[in-house]
């Protein structure tokens, strides 16, 4: 099958609205009956949920320091086939990356050998908008800035200010997005809220569109992109949990990967998905419970009172099956929880931990992990850690020797008991 063309939407720093200009160029080409992939540079699992929404398509995670090249380039392709037109959002600046320089946007679009589109925040400048497009495209040969949208542009002599000092550039400007109140999206202590949080989400994607429609040339955009080469074969994907393997998904176990999900079905798992929100147990036949990350410090009484979900948990460790938790699911397997308000919630109770958020510390970063656990995956693996509790538990066993992304050394992670494992690591690809 062919493949679709491809382009890259970045901005030269984070908080310039390449989300929300992502997601309504998504609308709007759909519109047009352009069928869009859409993907998200980077570890980020709540952006992918908007454009998965938006597109009407899953997005896939594109983790340029997680990931091998060959890995990127054959998601990038699998992503591509079937569409009109790979849609990749990027990752904070153009050229941020991890804390040892790997790892940027700008990395990704020049492996991909993809075109960028810079989305500059216009709010509080005018002519120095020249110099910041210039720099940006002439500061690394092989990432191809090939043109700019403006946004929260102030009026329409803001716009002829900004538009005329860009002509002196090699870049042109495809559109400019006027500063609208409407076109602002909720966030919480880890980024945005989910889709389903955001009132009238479907309206909110549609006040997008028509920005993009009434402001952004779109053929101009499409005819920008680059073709997609075909990707090499990949390294083999991380091995399931287990052949029949039991899910936890909703608001509080949100966070899966798509590449994750997708490699293990390839392999022949038997996936099940189940609501501990729900009270749902896991399926009763599984030989592996996985509980991923999301928010279970805002559903805290919630999950408390789930008491058919945690004695499905304690049936599954009973019967030997492998549980494990990636920071949500980790919370979940301690004790106990203490909220934002202070107030204790009981959890499943089958690692010795206690985890709170009373006391706010945000923890990020890449990580790579040496496995002491059960998992069976390779030894090495890459991941990284995004979380505001903390946690306090016993002298267990680590799940995780850990180093940051400078290879410096950091404490141990996780906890295992048995076949029960986790911590606050998500993990991505093997290393």
Not at 37 to 56: E, H, Q, V
Not at 273 to 288: G, K, Q, R, Y
Not at 326 to 354: I, W
Request: net charge neutral; with cysteine.
């Amino acid at each position: 099958m062919s493949l679709a063309k491809g382009i890259v939407i970045a901005a030269p720093r984070s908080g310039s609205g390449k989300t929300v200009i992502t997601l309504g160029l998504l609308a709007a080409l759909r519109r047009r009956g352009v069928v869009v992939a859409p993907a998200k540079t980077g570890p980020d699992y709540i952006d992918p949920a908007f454009l998965s929404r938006a597109a009407l398509r899953e997005a896939v995670n594109l983790d340029p320091w997680s990931m091998s090249p060959a890995r990127l380039k054959s998601l990038a392709s699998m992503q591509a086939v079937g569409a009109d037109l790979l849609l990749v959002e990027g990752v904070m600046g153009l050229f941020d990356g991890a804390a040892d320089g790997s790892g940027s946007t700008g990395d990704l679009a020049e492996l991909l050998d993809l075109p960028v589109v810079l989305v500059v925040d216009a709010e509080r400048q005018s002519q120095s908008v020249a110099p910041l497009v210039a720099g940006f495209a002439n500061w690394r040969a092989g990432v191809r800035v090939a043109g700019t949208i403006l946004n929260r542009v102030a009026s329409m002599k803001h716009e002829r200010m900004l538009v005329n000092a860009l002509a002196a550039t090699s870049t042109p400007c495809l559109g400019a997005i006027p500063r609208d109140a409407n076109l602002i999206l909720p966030e919480r202590h880890l980024g945005l809220v989910l889709p389903d949080e955001v009132a009238a989400f479907e309206a909110f994607v549609d006040t997008a569109a028509d920005a993009i429609g009434d402001y952004v040339d779109l053929d101009r955009l499409r005819a920008l992109a680059s073709p997609l080469t075909e990707g090499d074969v990949p390294p083999a994907p991380l091995p399931p949990l287990g052949q029949r393997m039991a899910i936890a998904r909703d608001d509080a176990f949100a966070f899966l990967y798509a590449h994750l999900l997708d490699g293990w079905r390839a392999m022949g798992a038997e996936l099940s998905f189940f609501s501990p929100l729900a009270n749902e147990a896991p399926a009763a036949d599984s030989d592996a419970v996985f509980l991923p990350g999301g928010y279970p410090e805002l559903h805290g009484a919630t999950l408390a009172a789930a008491n058919h979900f945690k004695a499905g948990l304690i049936a599954a460790r009973d019967r030997h099956a492998l549980i494990y938790g990636e920071c949500g699911g980790f919370m979940v397997l301690g004790e106990a929880l203490v909220d934002k308000a202070g107030q204790t919630h009981a959890m499943s109770g089958l690692l010795p931990v206690t985890t709170r958020i009373d006391r706010p510390k945000r923890i990020l970063g890449y990580r790579r992990l040496v496995q002491s656990g059960d998992l069976p995956w390779p030894g090495r693996l890459r991941g990284h850690e995004f979380h505001y509790s903390s946690a306090r538990q016993s002298r267990l066993p680590p799940l995780f020797a850990a180093t940051d992304a400078r290879g410096e050394a950091m404490p141990p992670m996780g906890a295992v008991i048995g076949r029960v494992m986790g911590s606050y690591a998500h993990v991505v690809d093997a290393a």
